[in-house]
T-cell receptor
């Protein structure tokens, strides 16, 4: 039981490049989330998916898109990366109130 | 929407001392209050939570208290150890929404 897995662990992009962050969970959870974590800002919700087939915007959705591929997988796409998107990205899943987080992806945009 | 304030942002203690982290929330409809611990290079992990029908909850050296009237809740760690060093996040949510609002985090440093 791996819990929540994320790939890649680290990524460096140039401004304007695109990439997709992958997330998968093996706990059969309905809900999945993408957060970004910046120094002094805590965890800010980018997008979430309450169940397979649905996605909704969170607090900071601009510049991102998501896809809930199936119940296990929830991906986050940056179409045209900007330096302001340099951050650590966490995926999480939940079945009830408790969230389970992945190990994170550290993204640097030059 | 909900707003969660967390203090202090940094807390430095000696091993064996107690540590207290405080959070306030704005939405009186919030009824679930988890605390997460984030170790360096890892994702946050739930360490304790409390619901609005309970005033206090303990689990070994950690405890959480909730004051619904004042809309604040606190994390208490007793007999701190170096392995308690981490960033701690409080959060608040309405039961059933599964969308918590997080505080900005407290970096706890326990000196041996």
């Amino acid at each position: 039981n791996a819990g929540v897995t994320q790939t890649p662990k680290f990524q460096v992009l140039k401004t304007g490049q695109s990439m997709t962050l992958q997330c998968a969970q093996d706990m059969n959870h309905n809900s999945m989330y993408w957060y970004r974590q910046d120094p002094g800002m805590g965890l800010r919700l980018i997008y979430y998916s309450a169940s397979e087939g649905t996605t909704d915007k969170g607090e900071v959705p601009n510049g991102y898109n998501v896809s809930r591929l199936n119940k296990r997988e929830f991906s986050l796409r940056l179409e045209s990366a900007a330096p302001s998107q340099t951050s650590v990205y966490f995926c999480a899943s939940s079945q009830s109130d408790t969230q389970y987080f992945g190990p994170g992806t550290r993204l640097t945009v030059l | 929407g909900e707003n969660v304030e967390q203090h202090p942002s940094t807390l430095s203690v000696q091993e064996g001392d107690s540590a207290v982290i405080k959070c306030t929330y704005s939405d009186s409809a919030s009824n679930y209050f988890p605390w997460y611990k984030q170790e360096l290079g890892k994702g946050p992990q739930l360490i304790i939570d409390i619901r609005s029908n309970v005033g206090e909850k303990k689990d070994q050296r950690i405890a959480v208290t909730l004051n619904k009237t004042a809309k604040h809740f606190s994390l208490h760690i007793t007999e701190t150890q170096p392995e308690d060093s981490a960033v701690y996040f409080c959060a608040a949510s309405k039961g059933g929404s599964y969308i918590p609002t997080f505080g900005r985090g407290t970096s706890l440093i326990v000196h041996p």
